[in-house]
């Protein structure tokens, strides 16, 4: 069955300290691995999207990475306004392993 | 370009009623999903559809949820009858292929009493 693990579960930083956030995966033939933000009363917005181990994708302060089991999400001197849940997903290639999103990191930027 | 349109954004009901939440997707995506979240659950698939044919309603709770798909353009989801554990943001979400981001709707946010 695929799983997808995400930490830390929430997350603190300063304006301007650089952390990185987890996404761990099983899945039987990755077709793809996305991460999205979501601002509270609001849907889920799409970051990037990641095919194969070794690709990185970048926006803003923002730096995607994958490898063959997890991702991480790089946040590079953070500002309040980067505050959100960053959710990430996996689509498996066989028939049926649908979108399957992990549970969240809640990151908080103090000013 | 308009994203997925959902509606209505907040519904308050009362227990036993029935709840349609609708859909409209963006132009031109085949695949159209619709999700569940709750603070315990996270983001939960509930059904797929691919060209207006439901493909996996495996995440569909139990027989008071239903989905239809008419056309390529409207989609919506029935509770009936509406539970309060039913309360939670149901999202809408669309895609134009399989491995393709999805983009989704602002949710429908629905209490049951």
């Known amino acids: 069955e695929d799983q997808v693990t995400q930490s830390p579960e929430a997350l603190r930083l300063q304006e301007g300290e650089s952390s990185s956030l987890n996404c761990s995966y099983t899945?039987?033939?990755?077709?793809?691995l996305f991460w999205y933000r979501q601002d509270p009363g609001k849907g889920p917005e799409f970051l990037f999207t990641l095919y194969s181990a070794g690709e990185e994708k970048e926006k803003e302060r923002l730096k995607a990475t994958l490898t063959k089991k997890e991702s991480f999400l790089h946040i590079t001197a953070p500002k309040p306004e980067d505050s959100a849940t960053y959710l990430c997903a996996v689509e498996g290639n066989n028939y049926g392993q649908n979108f399957v999103f992990g549970p969240g990191t809640r990151l908080s930027v103090l000013p | 370009d308009a994203g997925v349109i959902q509606s209505p954004r907040h519904e308050v009901t009362e227990m036993g009623q029935e709840v349609t939440l609708r859909c409209k997707p963006i132009s031109g995506h085949d695949y159209l999903f619709w999700y569940r979240q709750t603070m315990m659950r996270g983001l939960e698939l509930l059904i797929y559809?691919?060209?207006?044919?439901?493909?996996?309603d495996s995440g569909m709770p139990e027989d008071r949820f239903s989905a239809k798909m008419p056309n390529a353009s409207f989609s919506t989801l029935k509770i009936q009858p509406s539970e309060p554990r039913d309360s939670a943001v149901y999202f809408c979400?669309?895609?134009?292929?399989?491995?393709?981001?999805?983009?989704f709707g602002e949710g429908s946010w629905l209490t049951v009493v």
């Open positions: 559809f691919n060209n207006n044919v439901p493909i996996d």
């Open positions: 979400a669309s895609s134009f292929k399989r491995g393709a981001s999805i983009y």
């Open positions: 899945v039987s033939g990755l077709r793809g």
